[in-house]
Nanobody, 124 residues
Framework: VQLQASGGGLVQAGDSLRLSCAVS????????MGWFRQAPGKEREFVAS????????AYADSVKGRFTMSRDNAKNTAYLQINSLKLEDTAVYYC??????????????????WGQGTLVTVSS
């Protein structure tokens, strides 16, 4: 299973951005998907997750109300909509998958598949 994250870039504080995670080599609808991020000098942290049909989502407290995770099973792609970007959102964003349609986890250790990451840089 391969995960390809994209959509990062250099943006200004207050802007919006949508990250995408394209999945290939597996049956996408069987996976719970998640997004994590790692800022310079910090540990990787959970951002959001979504179950197989999008009926259940979970978010880190730090992003609730600004981040929205979604998925399109027909396109084998998960998304992370980021609004009102802040300087502290600067990080490499990773998408990840769990072999389990409705297993919701916030620990990186609980994910089976990982993408390569996409860099989001927020400037003032």
């Amino acid at each position: 299973v391969q995960l390809q994250a994209s959509g990062g870039g250099l943006v200004q504080a207050g802007d919006s951005l949508r990250l995408s995670c394209a999945v290939s080599g597996g049956i996408f609808s069987r996976y719970t998907m998640g997004w994590f991020r790692q800022a310079p000098g910090k540990e990787r942290e959970f951002v959001a997750s979504i179950n197989w049909n999008g009926a259940r989502t979970a978010y880190a407290d730090s992003v609730k109300g600004r981040f929205t995770m979604s998925r399109d099973n027909a396109k084998n792609t998960a998304y992370l909509q980021i609004n009102s970007l802040k300087l502290e959102d600067t990080a490499v964003y990773y998408c990840a998958g769990i072999r389990g349609a409705s297993i919701m986890r916030t620990s990186a250790n609980g994910y089976d598949y990982w993408g390569q990451g996409t860099l989001v840089t927020v400037s003032s």
